[in-house]
């Protein structure tokens, strides 16, 4: 199985704050990565996939960059409902993984 | 909007078998990727397998032995059976749609996810 692994596991940070989020992956994935937002209680939500497409009706304040086997999901102006857990998931091929998660907190 | 729905029981003994089914809404069961995924509580996503519309399949080896996918186009419907379950199986259960589209595959829609608990 390829091993996702994301970094740091959790932070603070303030409302305006540009926050970045990393995703290793433990074999090459080409650009085969996702990234997604849960909120406590809810089911994770599309943000970013092949490592840098918009999903639909997301705020550009996301954005995804990395190939290969480094990614970095980047939040350039956090708002007040950007606190939450994000996931990286690679498709690269079954089965499918997900990072361990990267919780953000408010300051 | 394409939505999907979980069901099944909440509570299931150790050493039965979990079933869940979901059911699409609002779009299409054709030409797409079924899946479920879990979460146990306060943890991270596992991916469980896949159905596609036809029928092909595409397990976890981590839980191949245990699972069964199937899918019933006419109600558009896909199901999940875990046998021999523990408590190491309570989790958050998700339907969930995998699309590929330009050679990119991805989930887009979820359900909203149903905790099962194993306790006897």
């Known amino acids: 199985d390829i091993q996702m692994t994301q970094s740091p596991s959790s932070l603070s940070a303030s409302v305006g704050d540009r926050v970045t989020i990393t995703c290793r992956a433990s074999?090459?994935?080409?650009?085969?990565l996702n990234w997604y937002q849960q909120k406590p209680g809810k089911a994770p939500k599309l943000l970013i996939y092949?490592?840098?497409s918009l999903q639909s009706a997301v705020p550009s304040r996301f954005s995804g960059s990395g190939s290969g086997t480094d990614f970095t999901l980047t939040v350039s102006s956090l708002q007040p409902e950007d606190f939450a857990t994000y996931y990286c998931q690679q498709s690269y091929t079954p089965p499918r993984t997900f990072g361990q998660g990267t919780r953000v907190e408010i300051k | 909007q394409v939505q999907l729905q979980e069901s099944g029981p909440g509570l299931v003994k150790p050493s039965e078998t979990l079933s869940l089914t979901c059911t699409v809404s609002?779009?299409?069961?054709?030409?797409?990727?079924w899946t479920w995924i879990r979460q146990p509580p306060g943890k991270g996503l596992e991916w469980i397998g896949y159905?596609?519309?036809?029928?092909?399949?595409g397990y976890n080896p981590s839980l191949k032995s245990r699972i069964t996918i199937s899918v019933d186009t006419s109600k558009k419907q896909f199901s999940l059976k875990l046998s021999s379950v523990t408590a190491a199986d309570t989790a958050v259960y998700y339907c969930v749609r995998d699309n590929y589209s330009s050679n990119w595959y991805y989930f887009d829609y979820w359900g909203q996810g149903t905790l099962v608990t194993v306790s006897s």
């Open positions: 092949a490592a840098s």
């Open positions: 159905v596609y519309y036809s029928g092909s399949t």
């Open positions: 074999q090459t994935i080409n650009n085969y």
């Open positions: 609002g779009g299409s069961i054709s030409t797409y990727y």
